[in-house]
C-alpha cells in the first residue's frame, strides 16, 4: 500500500517536472521568437566602423571659447584673464580634432564678446551668451565643447569638472560626453597632483543657459581652477596646454567611438531606432534669443554662465 509520504513526493516530483517543460517550453519559444526575428530584420552581422576613416570623420565639433571683450569671466588680482585662457585652449584645440578629421568652428577667434552691444548696455552679457547658442544652432554641430576655468573659494580645490544641462532632448548624450571627458581629465589631472590633493570631480549638472539651448550634445569643460596656484602655475606652460587639449581631443573620440557602437547595435537590433543625434523638434533658437531690452529668463548659478 503506497504511503501518503510516497503520494505527496510522487505529486511533488511531478510539479517539478511541470515546472522544468514549462521553462524549457518558453525558452524555445523566446529563441524560435529571436530567429524568426533575425530571420525577418536583420542583416548577417552588424555593420562596424569604416577602418579607413579617421575617427572624428563627418563631424562638425564646435568649441565656444568662454567669455570675450569686456567679460573677462574669472581673474586674478596679478591680471590673469579667464577669457585669455578659454581662447588659447580653443585655438590649440582646434588643428588637434582637425587632426582626427573633423571640421571645427570656435565662436571667437579673438578677444571679442558677441553680444554687439555697448559694453555698458544691460542686456550685453545675456545678449552674449545667446549669440553664442545662435551661432551653435545655425552652424549645426555635432557637438558643442563650450571651454571655460573655474574659480573657487576653496584655494586647494584644482582639476577639471565637466557640466551639463540635465533637461534638454540631448541630455543623455551631453551626460556621456561629461562623463568620458572628465574621466579623461581626472587622469590627466592625476599626473600633475599630490597625495590628498583634490583635483578628482564628477561631472555636475546644472541650469546653464548656452546648454539649455543649443541644439546638440554640450558641455562646458571648466579646464582647471584660477584659485589654484598649481593650476594656475600648469596653464601658463605650453607643454600643460598642449597636452590637456589633446586629452579634450582624446575624450572626444571615445564619446565618438560610443556612441557609433550605440547606434550601430541600435540598428542592427531595431533599424529605425537607432540615432547618433536626436532631431525632434526642439525650441527654435529664435524663440530665446532675445532682442535687446526684452527680458530674459535666465537661471544663472554659476560664475561663468
Ligand atoms: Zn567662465
Given amino acids: 500500500m503506497t504511503s501518503f509520504k510516497g503520494i505527496l513526493e510522487s505529486r511533488l516530483l511531478l510539479i517539478r517536472r511541470r515546472r522544468l517543460f514549462l521553462v524549457i517550453g518558453i525558452a524555445a519559444l523566446l529563441i524560435a521568437i529571436v530567429c524568426l526575428y533575425a530571420h525577418l530584420h536583420l542583416p548577417v552581422l552588424p555593420p562596424g566602423p569604416a577602418p579607413d576613416k579617421l575617427p572624428l570623420e563627418g563631424k562638425k565639433i564646435l568649441i565656444d ?17 579667464e577669457k585669455t585662457v578659454n581662447l588659447e585652449m580653443s585655438i590649440i584645440l582646434k588643428p588637434r580634432l582637425e587632426a582626427l578629421g573633423a571640421k571645427v568652428l570656435l565662436s571667437r577667434e579673438s578677444d571679442v564678446d558677441l553680444s554687439g552691444l555697448a559694453p555698458d548696455h544691460p542686456q550685453r552679457y545675456r545678449t552674449d551668451l545667446a549669440n553664442r547658442v545662435r551661432w551653435a544652432n545655425d552652424e549645426e554641430g555635432d557637438l558643442l565643447l563650450s571651454l571655460h576655468i573655474n574659480s573657487a573659494r576653496d584655494p586647494q580645490m584644482r582639476g577639471a569638472i565637466l557640466l551639463y544641462h540635465p533637461k534638454t532632448p540631448f541630455t543623455d548624450q551631453s551626460k556621456e560626453l561629461a562623463h568620458t571627458l572628465q574621466k579623461e581629465l581626472n587622469s590627466f589631472y592625476a599626473h600633475y597632483a599630490k597625495e590628498g590633493e583634490i583635483y578628482r570631480h564628477q561631472p555636475y549638472g546644472g541650469d546653464f543657459f548656452v546648454l539649455e539651448y543649443v541644439k546638440m550634445p554640450s558641455v562646458i569643460v571648466e579646464m582647471g581652477f584660477i584659485t589654484n596656484y598649481q593650476d594656475r602655475a600648469l596653464f601658463l606652460k605650453a607643454d600643460f596646454r598642449n597636452a ?34 536626436d532631431d525632434s523638434p526642439g525650441e527654435s533658437a529664435a524663440d530665446m534669443v532675445f532682442a535687446p531690452g526684452q527680458p530674459v529668463p535666465i537661471a544663472q548659478d554659476h560664475d561663468c554662465l
Avoid at 571659447?65 to 584673464?81: C, R
Avoid at 565618438?256 to 531606432?273: A, G, H, S
Fill in 65 to 81: 571659447a568662454g567669455h570675450g571683450g569686456i567679460d573677462s569671466g574669472t581673474n586674478t588680482k596679478e591680471g590673469y584673464l
Fill in 244 to 277: 590637456l587639449a589633446q586629452k579634450i581631443a582624446d575624450g572626444v573620440v571615445k564619446y565618438i567611438n560610443q556612441e557609433l557602437v550605440k547606434k550601430t547595435f541600435f540598428e542592427w537590433l531595431w533599424p529605425r531606432r537607432g540615432h547618433l543625434r
